[in-house]
């Protein structure tokens, strides 16, 4: 079946420095999201990407997807103790007809 | 707007008992999800519901039941918990399942020990 695998699993940087998280499908996606949760929190919607290539940001965040669509990634410069949290993406099949999430990627921030 | 509110937002069961944990959506969203989240393994999705009316198996469907009672309201029921259900449960809901308005507003979630 479809699977949507993201690496790494955990992420320590020092407060100031970058951080990417990569999310990679078996298959082929018709749109992929992208969620945050804080420790102790729920999933909150950041972004979502459709077409293939397709560049994004927010602020310090840039979400890419990749010209096949079947790889994303989120990419945080300057990093700071409030981006602290597992970062998940979502990829939707084509089709639309199911939603996988990749497992995450919890960021560690050191002040 | 509260967005997607759950009840309880804990619970400790002991093995063989049963329970419902409740979801409400006061978006209008058409399409409604339980989730459960384990340590290192994300979200995986237990049961979703498309549209009013409907509900379908995800993942994981195996020891629970789910009822969709009208467009707000999604609950999901263990008939008999047992420790392996011992988890974070999210709601969540979003505006329609197939299509590019897929973004889903999840709860707060329950926490659950099944001892």
């Known amino acids: 079946g479809q699977q949507v695998m993201q690496i790494p699993q955990y992420q320590h940087v020092q407060e100031g420095e970058d951080f990417t998280t990569y999310c990679n499908s078996s298959?082929?996606?018709?749109?992929i999201q992208w969620y945050k949760q804080r420790p102790g929190g729920h999933p909150v919607f950041l972004i979502q990407?459709?077409?293939?290539?397709e560049v994004k940001k927010q602020k310090r965040l840039t979400f890419q997807f990749g010209e096949a669509k079947k790889n994303s990634s989120l990419h945080i410069t300057a990093t700071q103790t409030t981006d602290v949290g597992t970062y998940f993406c979502?990829?939707?099949?084509?089709?639309?007809?199911?939603?996988?999430f990749g497992a995450g990627t919890r960021l560690f921030v050191k002040a | 707007n509260a967005g997607v509110t759950q009840t309880p937002k804990f619970q400790v069961l002991k093995t063989g008992q049963s329970m419902t944990l409740q979801c409400a959506q006061d978006?209008?969203?058409?399409?409604m999800y339980w989730y459960r989240q384990d340590p290192g393994m994300g979200l995986r999705l237990i049961y979703y519901?498309?549209?009013?009316?409907?509900?379908d198996k995800g993942e994981v469907p195996n020891g629970y039941n789910v009822s969709r009672l009208n467009k707000r309201e999604f609950s999901l029921r263990l008939e008999s918990a047992a420790p392996s259900q011992t988890s974070v449960y999210f709601c969540?809901?979003?505006?329609?399942?197939?299509?590019?308005?897929?973004?889903?507003?999840f709860g707060p979630g329950t926490r659950l020990t099944v001892l």
């Open positions: 519901s498309a549209s009013e009316g409907t509900t």
């Open positions: 978006m209008n969203h058409n399409s």
């Open positions: 969540a809901s979003s505006v329609e399942r197939v299509g590019i308005y897929n973004e889903q507003f």
């Open positions: 298959t082929t996606l018709s749109n």
């Open positions: 990407l459709v077409k293939s290539g």
């Open positions: 979502a990829g939707v099949n084509t089709g639309g007809f199911k939603t996988i």
